[in-house]
């Protein structure tokens, strides 16, 4: 049982495009993490949010973790076909430290 | 600084037979995971380490599976008795110290069991 849903499940997109990643759980989470994976790799540490409310910026990724600490976003602006990738979210609980992953959105952008 | 590295890149092995996965986590991170990753999923908390000891097991599936971390570096997933459905890519990762810190992964063992 996972406890992070992610949607969408699958993104294909044209260059330009602007898009947005859910990360959702009934659960509450200290911090929040996000990765980006690609194949045969392992995923790969974009940003960590550990406030309720709290945004980070990384370029054209803009990363929000929710007030209640329960779920996440990740909006990227203007993809690339750079972009392409599995993108993570995963959460640490209060007190815990296992990742708890969800299973990841593939984004594909085309040129 | 190196990243975690993991050996083997691959693994194919026969049903039945045992297989041993290394990781050599990131100098100076005393906090060691190991998840497991499906086709299609994301990964799984196998088994947590903090320093040699084993702080965490809970993720193991059964056990067919253990762990060590003898000198507090470098950690063997140890797998019994394969079956076809251990097939996965086997993941490390380390961080300062267990808890909230940012974990780093390795590339991954991509094990099959045929």
């Known amino acids: 049982t996972q406890l992070l849903e992610q949607s969408p499940q699958f993104l294909s997109i044209q260059e330009g495009e602007n898009l947005t990643v859910y990360c959702n759980s009934s659960?509450?989470?200290?911090?929040l993490q996000w990765y980006r994976q690609e194949p045969g790799e392992g995923p790969v540490l974009l940003v960590t949010?550990?406030?309720?409310?709290e945004v980070k910026k990384l370029k054209r990724l803009t990363f929000q973790f929710g007030d209640a600490r329960k779920d996440s976003s990740l909006h990227i602006t203007a993809a690339q076909p750079g972009d392409t990738g599995l993108y993570l979210c995963a959460g640490v609980r209060d007190s815990g430290y296992a990742l708890n992953f969800g299973k990841g959105t593939s984004l594909l952008v085309t040129p | 600084g190196a990243g975690v590295s993991q050996t083997p890149s691959n693994k194919v092995t026969e049903k039945g037979k045992y297989v041993e996965l290394r990781c050599d986590p990131i100098s100076g991170h005393t906090a060691l995971y190991w998840y497991r990753q499906s086709l299609g999923q994301g990964p799984e908390f196998l088994i947590y380490f903090q320093g040699t000891g084993a702080a965490d097991d809970s993720g193991l599936p059964n056990d067919r599976f253990f762990a060590v971390r003898p000198e507090g570096s470098v950690s063997t997933l140890k797998i019994q008795r394969t079956e076809r459905g251990d097939s996965a890519v086997y993941l490390c990762?380390?961080?300062?110290?267990?808890?909230?810190?940012?974990?780093?992964f390795g590339p991954g063992t991509r094990l099959t069991v045929t």
């Open positions: 949010v550990v406030t309720g409310g």
């Open positions: 659960s509450v989470f200290s911090s």
């Open positions: 990762a380390s961080s300062k110290a267990g808890g909230p810190y940012e974990q780093y």
